[in-house]
């Protein structure tokens, strides 16, 4: 079916709206350890596209596959050991905020890994140090700034210990001068080698830290290519525009 190093892989999915073709006809593989960036002008589906990979949007053709078996939720008992090993950030961090830093971390530990409070709270220290947050631990989120709500949502999304994060614009929602403390969490995780895709419009980032770039325009993929090909010398017209117009 599909080799054993390929995490993810997305098999000729199509997704519409009403009459719009969200994705159309939309096939891609993420290897173990990869991380690969979806770039692409907005309303072009990139969010459509790393949703359905989640599971929250359902295509209506075309499959998708994790570490080699069909992720399809009808098939309830192994779609949610498949959902529960990919973490998703999105860009507006979706903190509980009638919760401490604390216990946003822990809930789903103790409640869907059944892990005991002290093991959940060793966990949510772990990744709090990690993300350089131990010390607010017991602060509520709304005492956080934005950079700082969006490390905690990584860390939570670390604590159920995923196979690969997913992200959905971490940082656009943030003010300009917090980008870089999550861009560097984002960057330290690719090093330890966690596998991730990244849709972002941070170009610089994605120069630096994807193996792969893949640009979509209209629900389709335009390019895919090594992220130095693709910024050094883009093979499309679409994405020569792009470019232009971002860089
Ligand atoms: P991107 O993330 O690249 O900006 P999206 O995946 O969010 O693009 O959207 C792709 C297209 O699908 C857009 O035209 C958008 O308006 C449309 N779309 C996305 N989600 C919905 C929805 N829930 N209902 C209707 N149209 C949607
Ligand atoms: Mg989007």
């Known amino acids: 079916m599909t080799n054993t190093d390929t ?3 997305v098999d000729h999915i199509t997704k519409q709206f009403g009459k719009l073709k969200a994705l159309n006809d939309v096939s891609l593989e993420v290897k173990k350890g990869e991380i690969v960036c979806l770039i692409g002008p907005s309303g072009s589906g990139k969010s459509t596209l790393i949703r359905a990979i989640n599971g929250l949007e359902v295509p209506e053709s075309g499959h998708i596959y994790f570490e080699g078996e069909l992720y399809d939720a009808k098939n309830k008992k192994k779609y949610a050991a498949q959902r529960g090993k ?6 507006h961090f979706n903190l509980f905020p009638n919760m401490t830093v604390l216990e946003n971390l822990t809930i789903a530990q103790t409640r869907v890994l059944k892990r005991s409070d002290q093991e959940a709270k060793d966990m949510a220290m772990k990744y709090l140090k990690r993300v350089g947050l131990d010390d607010k631990a017991s602060q509520y989120p709304n005492k956080l700034s934005g950079g700082q709500k969006q490390r905690v949502a990584i860390a939570r999304s670390l604590c159920m210990n995923p196979e690969i994060m997913l992200f959905d614009e971490p940082t656009s929602a943030l003010d300009p001068e917090m980008v870089e403390e999550v861009l560097e969490v984002m960057q330290d995780l690719g090093k330890e080698g966690m596998t991730m895709i990244i849709v972002t419009h941070e170009m610089g980032f994605a120069r630096t830290v994807a193996d792969r770039v893949i640009f979509l325009e209209d629900g389709q993929i335009v390019e895919e290519n090594s992220a130095e090909a693709f910024f ?12 232009s ?3």
Do not use: E
């Not at 990919?86 to 860009?91: A, L, S, W």
């Not at 883009?234 to 470019?243: G, H, N, Y």
């Open 86 to 91: 990919m973490g998703f950030v999105f860009q």
């Open 7 to 9: 995490m993810i892989k």
């Open 245 to 247: 117009k971002v860089m």
């Open 232 to 243: 050094d010398h883009p093979s499309s017209d679409r994405a020569k525009l792009f470019l």
